[in-house]
DNA sequence: GAGTGGTCTAGACCACAAC
DNA sequence: TTGTGGTCTAGACCACTCC
């Protein structure tokens, strides 16, 4: 492992813990860099990320000041898989397969997947169901030509697991979008929308480690139960 | 200005501007060192900068190809005041200030922002009226020990722009959280609610450089105007 | 084997904060 | 003046990709 990362991860653990508070100075890069027996620099690096992780704040001149994050408990903006965010809730969690099917891209799927019409897609609609309630409808499409196989209890589970544990495939970056809409007829259907005449939809397309667009997913959620948490730094 | 800087601004500009063209290679770390007259080590500050802006996606053992920012336009996430969004769309962009005023911090606020029931807070309430349509309703609380004065003009111009360039306090990092809310009676009055049911709240933990929480902002969207957009790199 | 990006080092000088 | 973080250098070795 990574000398940086070991010593990011030391610290964030510190932080999380309450092993550093909030407010305290953490020691400086030099004692660090000595007390773990690496170079500045390599202290700086997990500094940053400690930082751009909303761990700390770098002051110049001052040191670098351990921040509050009970008041968000976790940044959980980025890629988390739904089967992370599930084990961090209480109530109990099901996921339904509604649909599993290999299909051609029409126009829509095509330009999303940067594909052609035609090319054979995965196509996966999910309902997460949270303490008996259908809160999000989760579609899924995948560009089969990456995805030989998708067994349906692996959708149970969770594909992201599936396509890096078992498939190899890496994930590397998403870029999402958020919007609200009037609820479709399939939202009707299979979400449990408890009068609502909006669902917050987030529109997410995937991206594998050499920059090959694999996957468009859909989540599309019951307003009440939607939260999205993000931590921007200044870009400057 | 920073060497890393330079490079990064003007490879973000030649690919903003399709000198550099999605699916390209940028030249090696090892020629941008020699050709910028740097070291690689500050050519590669330059280069993670452009991926974390969803620039490039760096390939191991390859090289750093250029990614296609024309699917998503611009990753607006992190922080971004409205006046430089307003720039950015078209048709006619008012600020209307409703209310401006000192008050002392109830029981939410204090708690919100960090600080005693009664301290003095700037409480700033505004729409966005776009196109004639009062789309977003923006809730301002300001520490009014931080900031003196408030004048209205800046108000309607940009809160951010006053504080940092005026004032000379550094806005250093916030964080957003988005939920959706049943609107309130203030929504129904302020906005052109259009027979939604629905708002799209974005709630803003605002800090200054030196990791002081300064403001706290509610930004109340119209949902069929609201969109948000998120760039997400895979922790690992 | 040649070329790529990823990590790491041991220094250097700077701007800023505190005393 | 001392200590802090911010930038920058010129090397080194590694893991990976491609030929």
Chains 1, 2 share one sequence.
């Not at 084990?87 to 339904?96: D, H, L, N, R, S």
Request: neutral net charge; hydrophobic residues 35%; charged residues 30%.
């Amino acid at each position: 492992m990574n000398k940086y990362l070991q010593i990011y991860q030391e610290l964030s653990r510190q932080i999380e813990e309450g092993k550093l508070r909030p407010g305290e100075t953490l020691p400086s890069e030099h004692a660090l860099s000595k007390s773990y027996g690496v170079s500045r620099e390599t202290v700086r690096k997990a500094l940053n990320l400690l930082s751009e992780h909303g761990y700390i704040q770098k002051i110049k001149g001052k040191g670098s000041v351990v921040l509050d994050l009970s008041r968000f408990e976790f940044p959980v903006s980025g890629l988390v898989s739904f089967k992370e965010l599930a084990k961090k809730m209480k109530g109990t969690v099901e996921t339904v397969v509604h649909e599993l099917t290999k299909v051609p891209a029409d126009r829509f799927l095509a330009q999303q997947l940067n594909t052609e019409e035609g090319d054979r897609i995965w196509k996966v609609v999910r309902t997460r169901v949270i303490d008996g309630e259908a809160i999000i409808l989760d579609k899924d499409f995948l560009r089969a030509n990456l995805v030989p196989e998708l067994p349906v209890d692996r959708c149970r589970d969770s594909i992201y697991e599936y396509v890096e544990d078992d498939l190899g495939l890496a994930i590397s970056f998403a870029k999402k979008e958020v919007v609200a809409e009037k609820p479709s007829a399939e939202d009707r259907r299979l979400l449990s929308l408890a009068g609502f005449d909006t669902v917050i939809v987030v529109k997410n397309h995937v991206y594998l480690e050499d920059a090959c667009l694999f996957q468009y997913t859909e989540s599309r959620h019951r307003p009440d139960k939607f939260r999205f948490v993000d931590f921007a730094r200044r870009n400057r």
